[in-house]
C-alpha cells in the first residue's frame, strides 16, 4: 500500500512563498513519476505540476510557470513544490499523486495514489 502524506501548508499573505513536501512509502519512489494538483472551492481539480521518475523532465500550469518550482529527493522519497509570488487565486486544497509510469502527465485519472491534500490560503 502507497502512503503520500503531504505538509507545508499554511495561511500566506500575497506576494509570499511556501514550500510543500510529500512523504511517499510503499513502492520504489525513485521508478515513478510525481504530481502536485489543486482543487479550489467551486472548481475542478487541477494539475499543478508534475515531475519524471529521475527529475529530469518537469511540466507546469500555466498559471504557476515561473512561479512555482517542482522537485524531488529520491534518496528521501520525497517530492516538494516551492510555490513563490503567491496570489489569491493559488488558494486551495494541494494534493500530491504518484502515477505508476516513469514519464509525466496531466490526467489525474493516470495517477493511482493520492495524499490527503493541504491547505493553502493566500490573503491580499
Known amino acids: 500500500q502507497v502512503q503520500l502524506v503531504e505538509s507545508g501548508g499554511g495561511l500566506v499573505q500575497a506576494g509570499g512563498s511556501l514550500r510543500l513536501s510529500c512523504a511517499a512509502s510503499?513502492?520504489?519512489?525513485?521508478?515513478?513519476?510525481m504530481g502536485w494538483f489543486r482543487r479550489a472551492p467551486g472548481k475542478e481539480r487541477e494539475l499543478v505540476a508534475a515531475?519524471?521518475?529521475?527529475?529530469?523532465?518537469?511540466s507546469y500550469a500555466n498559471s504557476v510557470e515561473g512561479r512555482f518550482i517542482i522537485s524531488r529527493d529520491n534518496a528521501k522519497n520525497t517530492v516538494y513544490l516551492q510555490m513563490n509570488s503567491l496570489k489569491p487565486e493559488d488558494t486551495a486544497v494541494y494534493y500530491c499523486a504518484s502515477r505508476p509510469r516513469a514519464g509525466i502527465s496531466a490526467t489525474d485519472t493516470e495517477y493511482d495514489y493520492w495524499g490527503q491534500g493541504t491547505q493553502v490560503t493566500i490573503t491580499s
Open positions: 515531475i519524471n521518475w529521475s527529475g529530469g523532465s518537469t
Open positions: 510503499g513502492r520504489i519512489f525513485g521508478l515513478y513519476a
